[in-house]
């Protein structure tokens, strides 16, 4: 598995070698959106902008907003770039633009399983990639929001938004940032009740690949894929995904500025 999450460096590298054009980039068409006005149908991605003030967390449209010309090249929409910060992950990913980069890295995408696994670093049972305890001897060992969420994240941790990778301290695996920073896609589609059928099977499963289609019941037809690790924006107060053992859940062709990926490489 990759030691960290991949750099806006090495995305920018891929595109050069291949012209590839990510999801945010692309035009939508009337054909994939039916039902949306002309005008929406613009090339963007999906932004987090802090509200002014403390606002009720029950309507993620507060602070979440469809930004034209957001894209892994300006994280912040129009007018932002990615000059000085070559060693942040790249951000605005869909799923197909992350398993593109792996192909063409000689890589694939983890499953689910795998990533748990390399996460948790031999510590078995325990709360998070580092043991049980969030801040160990007063120590921030990941990327997350301190603060008033969603309004002001306060940066406690030494970053408001997205930290560069190798920000904070490995697990015992030697891999970076499991915990916070960016959500990261995995191969397996997304179904609440995958790991439940497995347990009725009876037996151990060994190195599950994960469901063979996607189904969320919040929104039935919906293609989703696994996301896992939490982000910058984890906080108690909202999210706690930054826990090893928690899940995340994406459509297959959004992007945002807190989710990125890894990638992983098999050995022969």
Known sequence: MDATEVTNAQFEAFV??????????????????????????????????????????DNHLQWWSYVRGADWRHPEGPGTSIRGRESHPVVHVAWEDAAAYARWAGKRLPTEAEWEFAARGGRTGELFAWGNQ????????????????????????????????????????????????VWEWCSDWYRPDYYDRLAKQGGIAI?????????????????????????????????????????????????TNHIGFRCVRELR
Do not use: H
């Open 134 to 181: 969030m801040r160990p001897e007063g120590r921030w060992m990941a990327n997350s929001f301190q603060g008033s969420f969603p309004d002001r994240d306060a940066g406690q941790d030494g970053y408001k938004g997205i930290a560069p990778v190798k920000s904070f301290a490995p697990n015992a695996y030697g891999l970076f940032d499991m915990a916070g920073n």
């Open 207 to 255: 190195n599950p690949k994960g469901p063979t289609d996607s189904y969320d019941p919040v929104e039935p037809g919906v293609a989703k894929r696994i996301q896992r690790g939490g982000s910058y924006l984890c906080t108690d107060q909202y999210c706690t995904r930054y826990m090893v053992g928690t899940r995340g859940k994406g459509e297959v062709s959004s992007a």
């Open 16 to 57: 050069k070698a291949t012209g590839y054009v990510t999801v945010a980039e692309r035009t939508p068409t009337r054909e994939e959106f039916p039902d949306a006005p002309m005008e929406n149908l613009v090339a963007g991605s999906v932004l987090f902008t802090p509200p002014p003030q403390p606002v009720p967390l």
